[in-house]
């Protein structure tokens, strides 16, 4: 079966500071991935997806990036984190459109 | 640009009471999923909707998809305090999965 890992569960880091938050997913392969960042009481942003190993869409401008150095791995950096940075960050994948996708348990990043 | 609205935002219900949470969206899609988030939590999955006319039930929840009003209904039917949550749903645009405002429901006794 599959299986979506997203670590750390929390995360608490000065503001400047770098970020790297790691998504693998098992059992599946060539799936489409995502990062969502959600703000307190506030609905899911869509801030990049990926349909193959080096393909990163982004949609919102930001200073995140994102990287899919292999098929089943998505990362999300920063080299310096603002404030308004703050939230919970999802990962999910998805097998393009005809099933649903599934997300990891996500990522409470507080930027201080 | 994909814009998905659900109504209410916000939904306070007596236990064993109806009602039914709305889900609009802006492109011609004829996949909408639904899921649920407890607090704190990550999402799960509730339903797949993948063609017009499609519905679903599970339990008390039941949704359907009306591809030409663009269009997604859940309904609740006599509510009880574990379906407590806040519930989104979700439309998928060319491997974009775009996501409503979320409906938070409280269920109360």
């Known amino acids: 079966s599959q299986t979506i890992h997203q670590w750390p569960a929390t995360l608490v880091q000065p503001v400047g500071s770098p970020l790297s938050l790691e998504c693998t997913v098992e059992g599946t392969s060539n799936p489409n991935l995502y990062w969502y960042r959600q703000a307190a009481g506030r609905g899911l942003q869509l801030l990049f997806y990926?349909?193959?190993?080096?393909?990163i869409s982004s949609e919102v401008p930001q200073n995140l990036s994102a990287s899919r150095p292999q098929d089943r791995q998505f990362i999300l950096s920063s080299k310096k984190l603002l404030l308004s940075d703050s939230g919970f960050y999802l990962c999910a994948w998805s097998l393009g459109g005809f099933t649903e996708a599934f997300f990891g348990q996500g990522t409470r990043l507080t930027v201080v | 640009e994909l814009k998905v609205e659900q109504n209410p935002l916000f939904l306070s219900m007596q236990e064993g009471k109806n009602y039914t949470i709305y889900c609009n969206y802006s492109t011609t899609s004829d996949r909408l999923y639904w899921y649920r988030q407890d607090p704190g939590k990550s999402l799960e999955s509730l339903f797949v909707?993948?063609?017009?006319?499609a519905v679903k039930q599970e339990g008390r929840l039941m949704a359907s998809l009306d591809t030409k009003a663009r269009l997604s209904t859940l309904h609740i039917t006599a509510a009880v305090h574990d379906l407590s949550a806040t519930y989104f749903c979700a439309v998928d645009d060319t491997d974009k999965l775009i996501f409503g405002t979320g409906t938070r429901l409280q269920v109360f006794p």
């Open positions: 990926s349909v193959g190993i080096g393909q």
């Open positions: 909707l993948l063609s017009n006319g």
